[in-house]
């Protein structure tokens, strides 16, 4: 795959609406940070290490790729457009810091958008891969057997009492980082959201929004992912994750229940407003767009809504990015109106496709 279709592209895979308890759990993400032995971490590096570190991992990579059946697409922050380099962590290929400092930065993206690897992050090598729905283990076994080729070719630091050596001390041990990404619109709306977020530390785990902040987030969806690393193994971090996401998986099913119980003419009249908006809005803005798509995803779990797939959730959250838009555009120089203009129009494209391919929009009730 080209970069620039891996900028244009619409759809991500992790995002397909599969797998595993996918009315509430989007994908699941697995890291591993790695440093290569005597190098100083990224941030200590010069720009003559920095370039070491890139060099040592282009010179094995081809055989990787071979060994994983699987080609590499490179986007050298150097070389990439800030707005190329935008749509990239809107597509959450690569982090939000990762671009500020280009020099010596480079992400190497799998050809099926499984997989990232950021060389010069905050670690010389943050291996990433994604799976749709509640699936740990799959992505778990991708990063692993990539971790696996390199450190049969290069020599990683590690440390037999504390394990791999990480920049961040919260990564130090076995260097995993594992997440999920959730939509908990009925937590939000019976307001025992809060709850979730509170206990969370006491599991070691941590609960952020994906938009906004811990003041103020928009469209319902949550990031939940390990605190630490050091003293657990792997299979002990992902049945941790695991099982928390269960439960919440099980609170956010009981607030759907008692919404639809409770506040049934409400909710229907919050899912079709939504949906109507979004089908003949002129202008929408990126937040009002989550915000309405989250009750239109909510509706469509309930059955409230027919004529919208789980997957077109997925391809709007990316079709709504404003880079993603500007770069459709190819002007980075939109305005906000012309922004919200062209964002209307493409949510409305999905839309219109998935009713027509269903032949149905709203069930009367």
Same mark, same amino acid.
């Given at each position: 795959?080209?970069?620039?279709?891996?900028?244009?592209?619409?759809?991500?895979?992790?995002?397909?609406?599969?797998?595993?308890?996918? $009315?509430?759990?989007?994908?699941?993400?697995?890291?591993?940070?790695?440093?290569?032995?005597?190098?100083?971490?990224?941030?200590?590096?010069?720009?003559?290490?920095?370039?070491?570190?890139?060099? *040592?991992?282009?010179?094995?990579?081809?055989?990787?790729?071979?060994?994983?059946?699987?080609?590499?697409?490179?986007?050298?922050?150097?070389?990439?457009?800030? +707005?190329?380099?935008?749509?990239?962590?809107?597509?959450?290929?690569?982090? =939000?810091?990762?671009?500020?400092?280009?020099?010596?930065?480079?992400?190497?993206?799998?050809?099926?958008?499984?997989?990232?690897?950021?060389?010069?992050?905050?670690?010389?090598? @943050?291996?990433?891969?994604?799976?749709?729905? %509640?699936?740990?283990? @799959?992505?778990?076994?991708?990063?692993?057997?990539? $971790?696996?080729?390199?450190?049969?070719? %290069?020599?990683?630091?590690?440390?037999? =009492?504390?394990?791999?050596?990480?920049?961040?001390?919260?990564?130090?041990?076995?260097?995993?980082?594992?997440?999920?990404?959730?939509?908990?619109?009925?937590?939000?709306?019976?307001?025992?959201?809060?709850?979730?977020?509170?206990?969370?530390?006491?599991?070691?785990? !941590?609960?952020?929004?994906?938009?906004? $902040?811990?003041?103020?987030?928009?469209?319902?969806?949550?990031?939940?992912?390990?605190? +630490?690393?050091?003293?657990?193994?792997?299979?002990?971090?992902? !049945?941790?994750?695991?099982?928390?996401?269960?439960?919440?998986?099980?609170?956010?099913?009981?607030?759907? =229940?008692?919404?639809?119980?409770? *506040?049934?003419?409400?909710?229907?009249?919050?899912?079709? @407003?939504?949906?109507?908006?979004?089908?003949?809005?002129?202008?929408?803005?990126?937040?009002?767009?989550?915000?309405?798509?989250?009750?239109?995803?909510?509706?469509?779990?309930?059955?409230?809504?027919?004529?919208? @797939?789980?997957?077109?959730?997925?391809?709007?959250?990316? &079709?709504?990015?404003?880079?993603?838009?500007?770069?459709?555009?190819?002007?980075?120089?939109?305005?906000?109106?012309?922004?919200? &203009?062209?964002?209307?129009?493409?949510?409305?494209?999905?839309?219109?496709?998935?009713? &027509?391919?269903?032949?149905?929009?709203?069930?009367?009730?």
């Amino acid at each position: 795959m080209a970069l620039s279709d891996l900028i244009h592209g619409s759809s991500l895979p992790w995002l397909s609406g599969e797998g595993e308890l996918t $009315d509430v759990v989007l994908a699941s993400r697995i890291r591993l940070a790695r440093n290569f032995k005597n190098i100083p971490f990224p941030n200590r590096a010069d720009l003559n290490q920095l370039a070491t570190t890139r060099l *040592m991992l282009t010179r094995i990579l081809s055989d990787i790729s071979r060994e994983l059946g699987v080609s590499f697409d490179v986007a050298d922050m150097e070389k990439l457009t800030k +707005l190329q380099q935008r749509v990239l962590v809107e597509k959450q290929f690569i982090s =939000k810091k990762f671009p500020k400092s280009p020099q010596h930065r480079v992400a190497y993206i799998s050809s099926n958008q499984e997989m990232s690897i950021l060389v010069n992050e905050e670690d010389h090598l @943050r291996i990433q891969c994604m799976a749709p729905g %509640l699936s740990l283990a @799959r992505p778990f076994a991708l990063a692993s057997k990539f $971790d696996d080729l390199v450190e049969a070719k %290069l020599d990683l630091a590690f440390d037999e =009492k504390m394990g791999y050596l990480t920049s961040c001390p919260t990564n130090l041990g076995t260097g995993l980082r594992a997440s999920v990404i959730l939509h908990l619109p009925g937590l939000v709306f019976t307001k025992n959201i809060q709850n979730i977020v509170n206990i969370s530390p006491q599991l070691g785990l !941590a609960i952020r929004p994906l938009y906004g $902040d811990t003041k103020e987030s928009f469209g319902n969806l949550f990031q939940i992912s390990n605190q +630490l690393t050091l003293g657990y193994s792997e299979e002990e971090l992902m !049945a941790n994750l695991a099982a928390a996401t269960k439960e919440i998986v099980s609170h956010e099913r009981q607030a759907r =229940k008692a919404l639809a119980l409770y *506040m049934k003419d409400r909710l229907e009249d919050e899912v079709c @407003r939504s949906y109507g908006t979004l089908r003949y809005a002129r202008l929408l803005s990126e937040r009002e767009s989550l915000e309405l798509l989250s009750k239109v995803r909510l509706g469509r779990d309930l059955e409230l809504l027919s004529g919208f @797939r789980p997957e077109d959730f997925g391809r709007l959250i990316i &079709r709504i990015g404003q880079g993603y838009l500007q770069s459709l555009a190819e002007n980075e120089n939109l305005s906000k109106n012309e922004i919200d &203009r062209l964002r209307a129009r493409k949510v409305q494209e999905i839309l219109l496709e998935a009713s &027509r391919e269903a032949g149905e929009h709203i069930e009367e009730t």
